[in-house]
């Protein structure tokens, strides 16, 4: 994603406290309090400009969605976005997701969406790669015994990497799809990367991962 320098995006995403969330850490294992209910919790990581949160938010008022993006100069256009639609089961979090098991207790999250992740291509860099081993032990400490990984990628060679990562890892897999938008899927939310990439007819790759009982 191309970062354009915003001096005042962070002002801006501080003057929402109630859709940003500054200090998540105070919020580990308390976000049913946050949210003032017992809904299930979805968190999306690396969520960009938030079209899919923001999306999947509005029609879904019985889930609390919380979006992590590490930069705020993209991070500002979804909470821009909103403050428009005004959605009270939406937070989002300027972390790296790195960082993720402070702002998540034990079995807090239900379902982890992960959507046209930087593929990060060479070797030596795939530790950053959100599916890496290094990611996925730290999503299980956070995952309900029932929780879920759902991932989209148009990057083939990403979508063949993070089935070997998650396989090996001890995740099983269902509604695996080679061409998402030429399947039988209803409901998709389009991310924005995805509506860029569909736009120029390439193939989107999803999947989604459960742990073994
Ligand atoms: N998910 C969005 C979509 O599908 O339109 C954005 C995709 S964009 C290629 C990937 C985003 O993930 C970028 O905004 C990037 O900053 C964010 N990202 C990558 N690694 C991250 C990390 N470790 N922590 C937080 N955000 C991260």
Request: aromatic fraction near 14%.
């Amino acid at each position: 994603m191309r970062l354009r320098n915003k001096p005042w995006a962070m002002e801006l995403i501080e003057s929402h406290p109630e859709i940003f969330e500054r200090f998540p850490s105070d919020w580990q294992g308390r976000w049913q309090e946050k949210f003032d209910n017992k809904n299930p919790l979805y968190v999306e990581v690396g969520t960009g400009k938030g079209q899919f949160v923001t999306r999947m938010a509005e029609a879904h008022s019985e889930v609390n969605f919380i979006g992590i993006e590490k930069y705020e100069s993209v991070l500002v256009t979804g909470v821009q976005r909103s403050v428009d639609c005004r959605q009270t089961n939406l937070r989002f979090l300027q972390e790296d997701v790195m960082n993720i098991t402070d702002f998540f207790q034990k079995d807090e999250v239900d379902r982890i969406y992960i959507n046209f992740t930087d593929p990060w291509p060479k070797n030596k860099h795939a530790k950053r790669r959100l599916t890496h081993e290094f990611f996925l032990e730290k999503y299980e400490s956070i995952l309900k015994k029932s929780g879920e990984i759902h991932f989209k990628t148009d990057n083939q060679a990403l979508f063949e990497y993070s089935i070997e990562s998650l396989t090996q890892y001890g995740f099983r897999l269902k509604n695996v799809s080679l061409d998402l938008h030429n399947s039988a899927m209803t409901g998709n939310i389009m991310t924005e990367y995805e509506q860029k990439f569909a736009n120029k007819g390439m193939r989107i790759y999803r999947l989604e991962a459960y742990l073994r009982s």
